[in-house]
Every structure is written in C-alpha cells, then in structure tokens.
C-alpha cells in the first residue's frame, strides 16, 4: 500500500476515543448495519457514482440525505484541515488530495478536508470519495503548481467565503462540522500547514505560531489551538490518545 507523505512544516494529529455525547450520543446504529438494505456499499465512494459529480453538488446533498449519515456511526471519521493558502503550499496540499483519493472514504471510515489554496476561490469543505483510476507515481510537485481547486474530483459540500472566518474560529466550526455531521465512535484531526514555533501573539509581524494566513493577517498560536481543540470539540466528551 503506497505511503501517503505529507509535505508541512507543521503537522498535528490527534486521535479523539468517542464516548458519549454531551447533547447528541451517538446514533443508534453502525453505518454498515443500517446500510445492509439499501444500495449504500462502498461502490458509492467511488467518483463515477453520481454523488460525486463535482458539476452537480445538489446530487451530494441527496447522497447525504440518503445515507442518513448524521443517524448512524462509522468505526472512524477523519478530519483534515489544509491551510495551503501560500504559493508553495498550495501545490503540495494539492498534490496530496490527490493522493488521498487514491484511498477515499469507505463503508467504515469517512475522510473529510477543509482545503484553502493559493487562488481566491473561497475555502472548500470535500468528502474525499476514491478514484476508479490508477494512481499515477510521475505526478510531482510541479504537475500540480498549475492545478486548479476547481480539478479536485471528490465532492464539494459547501465553500466558505475566504475571509468569512478567524483561523482559529474556522478550524473550530471545522471540527463541530465535521462531528456532528459524521459521527464516529474515533476521530483523526491533522492540523496541515506552515509552522514557526512557539508564540503567544497573534500578530503577523511577530514571528512564531501555525496557520498563517496571508489574506487575513491572522495566524493560530499553540494556546489558540489548545482552546480551538477543546471548543471545537466540545460536542463530545473524548479523551486525546
């Protein structure tokens, strides 16, 4: 099985141990078990089913409603945020949807991005669907540094505009997005981008702290992302293995 490598300065991964919910519980059956009966087998994660037809986002919206995914669980649900909004980035985080959709999402495991890139084409939030095509090694780095967002071939649920959002504020509504949409009994959260160390000033000049972001002047510090982790989360009470 090829390795999937991330190309960051920074990389968080946190694995989250469900237990119960404060408000919501978790639903009442396993994905797997409600989908016995209808046709919702891993076929559907693929990009020629018609969910994922990126020129028709209203066909992943009955996708989803037909999944009744917010009503069952899966073994796991992943949670990416790509903060790739810097011309070297930016390729890299492409390259690596990519690959991941070499993988996709499954009957078990749901992998979910929130990608912003160099373009000005707002902040997209994708379920990572896999490929029916072979994965091609001889794609680098410099195939995708004129690869448009747009290319991506997993479905798009929603764009946010690009200055909607504080960083932390962003990466915060991520996570509660993500939970309460896909619940799972575990959860992988990978913080993607830039680093430059440990601050606890948010201003741009001052060096130090993860996700800059150049159009909004604003960056997370590592007591940022403490507070972002706890309230972005705080639908569930979880433990961090």
């Known amino acids: 099985m090829k390795i999937i490598k991330y190309f960051v300065c920074f990389l968080l991964l946190l694995l989250f141990k469900q237990g119960y919910s404060l408000n919501l519980g978790l639903p009442d059956q396993e994905c797997s078990e409600l989908w016995k009966n209808n046709h919702l087998k891993k076929e559907s994660y ?137 619940p799972s009994k575990h959860y992988m959260v990978v913080y993607w981008g830039h680093g430059e160390g440990w601050t606890n000033s948010n201003s741009f000049d001052t060096p130090g702290g993860i996700g800059i972001n150049p159009d909004t002047k604003y960056k997370l510090t590592i007591p940022d992302l403490k507070k972002s982790l706890k309230k972005g989360g705080r639908v569930f009470n979880f433990t961090i293995n």
């Open 46 to 182: 693929l990009f020629n089913s018609a969910s994922a037809d990126p020129d028709k986002p209203s066909n992943y919206k009955k996708f989803y409603e037909t999944s009744m995914r917010a009503k069952c669980y899966k073994e796991w649900t992943v949670l990416i945020d790509m903060n790739g909004d810097d011309p070297v980035l930016s390729a890299n985080a492409l390259m690596d949807i990519y690959d991941l959709e070499s993988i996709g999402s499954s009957i078990s495991v749901d992998v979910l991005v929130q990608i912003n890139t160099k373009d000005d084409t707002g902040i997209r939030r994708t379920h990572i669907f896999r490929s029916s095509e072979k994965w091609d090694k001889n794609k680098s780095k410099k195939y995708f540094e004129n690869y448009s967002p747009s290319k991506i071939k997993s479905p798009v649920i929603k764009i946010l505009p690009e200055k909607a959002f504080l960083e932390t504020n962003l990466f915060e509504d991520f996570l509660n997005w993500g939970m309460q949409r896909y």
